[in-house]
Structures are given as structure tokens and as C-alpha cells.
């Protein structure tokens, strides 16, 4: 959440004329909207679009975004209390990264092969996912919320995630190891940090707080706690557990 | 009774004159300019806080703002009132010793107000009996210091093609100075003088040429109508040259530079000016042809010290493009130049000051990583200069940003950037509050932030130095020794500066933390 402060420093004018249908969908305009998302966008939503730190956009139609203008205001303005920034691009480069971004969705996503059914089974007892992960009401707090995940996330991102979950972890569920002066060792997810002090939950999900004058050393461990289920499942209980949470679309 | 005793204790509002601007110094109770004194300082002579006591430092009063918008004000402290600009571009008239307000100015703006960054204002000037402010729809007002009446109002700009104002006015002599936003709109960049007591305009310097003039060939084609060159910040003056020094912005478009070849004059250079006339003496161009939006807009920092065995009149730069200045201020003659943070964009600086680039630095469609971010290494909070320690104390940012190339199509009143910009993912970004010895710009301390600030800094002859961190902290250091002595969690980031004054002979220090004013003096 840290990375996004600087952008705020430009304030998103909201113009009062943003035209209802996209002005710039030529194969050329896509082609260009192409480059722009592959330098701006694809860090965090993929190549593909298929997701990964950011949403999914390889749908046909976008939760957030199922009209031309509020895609565009998104490309535009952001998402606030997200990791979405906004963007300074102007309108014409804004609606071919938008062009470029709704043929994402016009081509069919991998199909997925596994059973959802058994798939809730592995995610409940053999994955034991919810010790970490929330899921509606239930599920603990000390990774992401799984709520409405495959709306959110692609089957190929979630697959990835699954198998070797440390390639990348989200900057809100940082893995932080301190020591107190009093001989204490901590572990947890790092909530929030300043200069003088660190929140964070540890395992048993409850909230900590600690001035950094009362501690001897913080190591922020690269790696995440969530376990590789890389050979942990067979292949078909992976594919089942990424067709679980492929339809797993939260409440409606 | 009561009202008879507080009628008694008000001080009488004397005329703020230009004797009692130039010699600041000697009403140490008061913070008559922005910067304190015409030379940048932000330095408070009061010593009744100190090293020794700052522990002690408490909330006397908190004057809670309506506007969400960034609280950027420096507080003005003459004779009792406190007089404060809040966003947009209202003003309002404190008792310095209650917080309550005595009157307020409350601005009526268009709807659609064009300004790139926040609709905020970092203060008002004061002279004679008038308090100045700039508003965001490009208008100079004078008001009553006594009632916050409407005494003149000036347009300067029109802000359907993006100018704006946000500086704080410079009250010097006769004149109000007063600089334009709109380096993202394509302005025609121009710093204004006003006749303090009519509005009417004594004279306008251009910071981009006209058709003809030598420095137009500095942009290709027509480019220079474009130019943007923006003077956002309150810059400095000297009595004895009769000079001003101001910053001027980026160039326009900020990140697409191909439309515009050449070293663009006089965007991001320091100018100096005659007061009176307006004319340009001198300039100095920290980045020629910037294509990261590094605006010069830092608070020049005026100081007379021996450099390099000889006295000298000098002027003292920590610029956003990650360079430290040391310049003449008489003849603007470049005399050191050296990274303060870390940079990636110039192998260093030659004899004259000009940075020798390094390839693949500028923006592309793709991106480019380059440090430091747009939001520079320092930006347009001030810095502080003691005349006790002699150190030059600066909020310094270490972070990179990765830099986009993209169209540049001018339409009136749309911003016109060029590019865009994002920061680096996972990069660990810090800061510091770092004191420098000026003339040689060795780093005497450093006290190190978690993540990089974005506010000001005070230096006080009790051995202080006060800042802020982007998580709400305001801390006061030891300015010998950089050692944490106190702070105070506000609850909201800090952008802003501190300043301090005096009355009824308790000293305060004042700064906005988040989205209110906070006035500190010691436990009672």
C-alpha cells in the first residue's frame, strides 16, 4: 500500500464529459492499447489478463467496469482503498488501453477441468485452507479473503498461486519475525509500520502492537507462510481445488 | 469584566511594514513571511524550548479544518493573530493564545476548478494593513487584516486553461509577488508583481519567451507555447542585491520530451530579479530539458558564509533532481553541485554546473526506472538553515519511480503530461531528516524515516530542529546531534511546515498534522 502514496500527489480532475462508448476500437488503437497495458498494467494483471496481484480481466465482463465509461474511469482515476492506482495517460491513450483490455475478455479463458464439488472437500479438510483463509463467515484472518475469489482471479493465476504461492506476496500480508527486549520472538502479518512502531496478527489471528524501541530486531521474511501444495496434492485434487475457487464467486 | 480583561490583553494590530519585514530577526515573537525572513531560513530565534526541555512539548490548541484537502498552510503570527490559509483558498484569523477564530474569508470557486495536485494554498503574506492570499481559480485578494473584508481582487490568470494559484505571496516593499501554478496544463509560465495597495500589476517576467526572443530557440519549433515553467513556490529576496530568487517548474508536456528539443528556458532554473523592474539579472537551469518533472520549485535558501576561502554571498539549492546547488547569488556563478540522495539519471555535473546524463534514462512507453521518483528527492516543503549550528537541514526522500512516454496533444484546459508514472514495485522506499554543512554539502547527521516525507522542516535557537513524518508524527531532533527528542502522533500525513512564535511571552510551535492545525508550548 506504500508504493501507491506518491500518485496521490496528482489529483484526478474528474472530467464532466466522459463520452458513453469508446471512440477508439480499431485493430490499431487496440494494437496500441496493447503496448501501453504491456508497460502500465501487466505487472499486476498479467500479460494475459488472467490475473495475479490484480484482478482478472480475461471475462467477458468486468464486476467492477461493465460499461465503457466506468472502465475507462477506473484506467483513469483508480480504485481508492485498493492497490489500483490511476492514471495519467490522456483520453485517447486511456480508451485504447481500455479497447485493448475488454478484447482481453472476448477470447475464451482455459477451460477448467477439475470437479468444484470435490474441490470443496479438498479445500476443507486435505488443503485445511480455511485455518488461514476466510470464506464468507468462516476461515481464519491471516491470509487473503477467499470470498468471491473466482470473480476476481483467473483458474491459470489461482493454479500458480496454489503450487508456489512465495513467487509473489502482497504487500498487506508481509511475513515479519521480531524480536523484544524482554527475549520475545514474534511472527506474524505485518498489518501496518512507521518509523516508531509495527502492528501486526499473529497466528491465532489477534492483533499486536509494539513500539520499536522495545524491540531488538524486525526481519521481514521474503518468503510467505502460506505451504506449497506443489506435490502435496495429486494433480486431480489441484485441479478440483482450482475449479472450487474458479467458482467461487461470493455473494450475489 | 471578563470581556474587559480580554479586550485589554489583545494587542493593539500595528501595520506591518517593509522596515519590520526586513528585519524579522528582531520581533522574534512573530513569523511575519513564509519562510520567516526573506533569506528562506525557517529559523526561530525563540529559545524558551529547548533540547532540555522538548520532552515536555504539548498540545495547547488543535484548529480542526472542514476541508479534506491537503493542509499545506505555514501560519503567519503578527501581534497576537495567527493568520492561516486553508484549502481551497479560504483564510481565517486565529487568537493565538485560544485558537479561536476572530474572522474568516470563505471563498466562493467555479465548480470545475482545473489544478493538477489538490486544491490547497501554503499560506498568505502581510503588509501594511492587508493579508494576501492566491486562490485556485488564479485571482490575488487583499483582505482587512483587521475584518478578513474584501479590500481588491485581481485576476491574474484564467483558470479554464489550468492556471491556478497555491504559493503563498512574498510581500517585499511595496509589491506582492506572486507565482502561477499550471505546469500540467500547458501554461505560459510568468512570476507577477502586484502594487501592494491597488492590485494593479507593476510588472510580469515571463519564465517561457514569446516568438523572437533568443531563448525561444532553446525549444523547437513553437513548442515554447507550451511551456508551462510554473513558479509554485515562495521564493527568496535579498535586500542588499535587490534581488528575488524564485524556482520556476517543469516543462511542458512533463514526461514527453520529443515534442520539445532543446534545453527549454527557463524551466527548472533558479532566477533572480530585479524587485523593482522585474528584470532578469541572472539564471541558472539545474535540468535542461527535463523529461521526469523535476521542478526547481525548492525554497532557495540565502546565506553569507566563506566558500572555498573567500566571503561570498551565497544561494543554497537541495533540488528535486537529487543535486545539491551551492550558487553566487550576485552573478549566479555555479560553485558545487552533488547527489544528497540517490540518483540514477546523471553521471554528475560538469564545470558549469550542467549534468551529464546517462543513456537510458529517459521515459519510455514501456517504462523506465529511474531514481529519484517524481516527487523528486525533495520537493516544494522547505528546508531550515540555523545560524547557531550552521547547518542546512533538509526532508529527504529516497525512492525511484518508473517513468512513461505517452501522447502529447495540447487542448486548453486538459492537462497535458505527455507520459504518466508509477513507483516501483516492492522497492523499499525511506527518508530523512539529514543536516549539511552547506558549503561543502558533507552530511553532518542523519536521522532516518521509515517511508519518505513529504513536509518541512524548522530549525530554533533552543537546539531544535522539527519535522514530520508521512504517518502523522511531528518530532522536534537535536539540531547538533540529529537525536530523536520528542514527537507526537497527529493522525493524519503530514504536509506541511513548521514554524514557532510567541505570545504573551510563552513560545508555540505550530504545523499542520493531517487535516488540522496543532499548536505545541510546554506543560504548564
Known amino acids: 500500500m506504500f508504493w501507491l502514496a506518491p500518485f496521490l500527489l496528482f489529483q484526478l480532475q474528474q472530467p464532466l464529459d466522459i463520452p458513453d462508448k469508446n471512440p477508439h476500437t480499431t485493430a490499431a488503437d487496440i494494437e496500441q492499447g496493447k503496448r501501453l497495458y504491456m508497460g502500465r498494467c501487466a505487472g499486476c494483471h498479467g500479460p494475459s489478463g488472467d490475473g495475479g496481484k490484480g484482478a482478472n480481466l480475461a471475462v467477458p465482463t468486468l464486476a467492477r467496469a461493465a460499461a465503457d465509461r466506468s472502465l475507462y474511469r477506473i484506467i483513469r482515476y483508480g480504485i481508492p482503498d485498493t492497490e489500483m492506482p490511476g492514471s495519467l495517460m490522456d483520453a485517447k491513450e486511456l480508451w485504447q488501453t481500455a479497447a485493448f483490455v475488454h478484447s482481453l475478455g472476448q477470447v475464451p479463458s482455459a477451460p477448467i477441468t477439475g470437479n468444484a464439488q470435490a474441490g470443496a472437500q479438498v479445500f476443507k479438510s486435505k488443503g485445511a485452507c480455511l485455518s488461514c483463509h476466510a470464506l464468507g463467515n468462516e476461515g481464519g484472518r491471516i491470509g487473503p479473503s477467499l470470498t468471491g475469489i473466482g470473480a476476481r482471479r483467473g483458474a491459470a493465476h489461482l493454479k500458480a498461486k496454489i503450487v508456489n504461492p512465495a513467487a509473489d506476496v502482497p504487500d498487506q500480508f508481509r511475513l515479519v519475525q521480531l524480536t523484544t527486549k524482554a527475549g520475545k520472538t514474534m511472527r506474524g502479518i505485518r498489518l501496518n509500520e512507521d518509523t516508531y512502531s509495527i502492528q501486526l496478527r499473529d497466528f491465532s489471528g489477534n492483533p499486536q502492537s509494539f513500539w520499536k524501541a522495545d524491540i531488538t530486531q524486525i526481519t521481514q521474511e521474503k518468503k510467505t507462510n502460506m505451504p506449497a501444495y506443489q506435490g502435496k496434492l495429486t494433480d486431480t485434487e489441484l485441479n478440483d481445488l482450482v475449479a472450487f475457487l474458479a467458482n467461487e464467486k461470493g455473494a450475489q | ?524
Open chain 2, 1 to 524: 469584566m471578563r470581556l474587559a480583561l480580554l479586550l485589554l490583553s489583545l494587542p493593539l494590530l500595528a501595520q506591518v511594514t517593509h522596515q519590520r519585514l526586513l528585519n524579522a530577526e528582531k520581533e522574534p515573537g512573530n513569523w511575519l513571511t513564509y519562510s520567516g525572513n526573506f533569506a528562506g531560513h525557517r529559523f526561530s530565534p525563540l529559545k524558551q524550548i529547548t533540547d532540555q526541555n522538548v520532552a515536555k512539548l504539548t498540545p495547547a490548541w488543535v484548529y480542526q479544518s472542514n476541508s479534506l484537502q491537503k493542509f499545506e498552510t505555514t501560519p503567519l503570527v503578527v501581534d497576537g493573530v495567527m493568520y492561516i490559509s486553508e484549502a481551497p483558498s479560504h483564510v481565517t484569523a486565529l487568537d493565538t493564545r485560544t485558537g479561536r477564530v476572530i474572522w474568516r474569508y470563505r471563498r466562493t470557486l467555479p465548480d470545475d476548478v482545473r489544478v493538477c495536485c489538490g486544491q490547497v494554498n501554503r499560506g498568505v503574506a502581510i503588509l501594511g494593513d492587508l493579508v494576501y492570499v492566491g486562490t485556485v481559480d488564479a485571482h490575488l485578494v487583499a483582505l482587512d487584516a483587521k475584518t478578513g473584508a474584501v479590500r481588491w481582487d485581481v485576476t491574474v490568470a484564467d483558470n479554464k486553461t489550468g492556471h491556478s494559484i497555491t504559493v503563498a505571496p512574498l510581500a517585499v516593499k511595496d509589491k506582492i509577488i506572486i507565482g502561477i501554478a499550471g505546469g500540467e496544463y500547458g501554461i505560459r509560465g510568468f512570476l507577477d508583481a502586484y502594487d501592494a495597495k491597488t492590485g494593479k500589476l507593476a510588472w510580469r517576467f515571463w519564465t517561457v519567451p514569446a516568438a523572437g526572443e533568443p531563448e525561444a530557440k532553446t525549444w523547437a519549433g513553437e513548442s515554447y507555447k507550451r511551456g508551462s515553467a510554473a513558479t509554485w513556490v515562495t521564493g527568496a529576496y535579498d535586500p542588499e542585491t535587490n534581488l528575488l530568487y524564485w524556482g520556476t517548474g517543469n516543462p511542458g508536456p512533463d514526461w514527453n520530451g520529443e515534442v520539445r528539443a532543446g534545453d527549454n528556458l527557463y524551466s527548472d532554473c533558479l532566477i533572480a530579479l530585479d524587485l523593482d523592474t522585474g528584470k532578469l539579472k541572472w539564471h541558472f537551469q539545474f535540468t535542461p530539458h527535463d523529461v521526469h518533472d523535476w521542478d526547481a520549485t525548492e525554497v532557495p535558501v540565502l546565506i553569507n558564509a566563506e566558500f572555498r576561502g573567500q566571503a561570498r554571498k551565497l544561494l543554497l539549492f537541495p533540488n528535486r533532481n537529487a543535486f545539491y546547488y551551492v550558487l553566487d547569488r550576485v552573478t549566479g556563478q555555479f560553485l558545487l553541485g552533488k547527489p544528497y540522495a540517490k540518483q540514477t539519471w546523471a553521471k554528475g555535473l560538469d564545470d558549469s554546473g550542467r549534468p551529464i546524463r546517462l543513456p537510458g534514462t529517459f521515459p519510455t512507453v514501456e517504462g523506465t526506472r529511474v531514481w529519484p521518483s517524481v516527487a523528486g528527492a525533495n520537493n516544494w516543503y522547505s528546508p531550515s538553515y540555523s545560524p547557531d549550528t550552521k547547518h542546512l537541514y533538509v526532508a529527504t526522500r529516497e525512492s525511484g519511480a518508473v517513468y512513461y512516454f505517452g501522447n502529447a496533444e495540447y487542448k486548453a484546459g486538459e492537462q497535458f503530461n505527455g507520459g504518466g508514472f508509477r513507483s516501483i514495485p516492492g522497492e523499499e522506499e525511506w527518508g530523512a531528516i539529514r543536516a549539511f554543512k552547506p558549503t561543502t554539502g558533507e552530511v553532518a547527521w542523519e536521522y532516518k524515516l521509515f517511508t519518505p516525507p513529504y513536509s518541512g522542516v524548522l530549525s530554533t535557537a533552543g537546539n531544535l530542529v522539527f519535522g514530520a513524518t508521512a504517518e502523522g508524527q511531528m518530532i522536534a531532533l537535536d539540531a547538533t546531534t540529529g537525536k530523536l527528542l520528542w514527537r507526537f502522533q497527529g493522525g493524519g500525513t503530514v504536509r506541511s511546515n513548521p514554524m514557532s512564535y510567541q505570545s504573551d511571552g510563552k513560545q508555540y510551535v505550530a504545523m499542520t498534522l493531517g487535516n488540522s492545525l496543532y499548536v505545541f508550548h510546554l506543560q504548564p
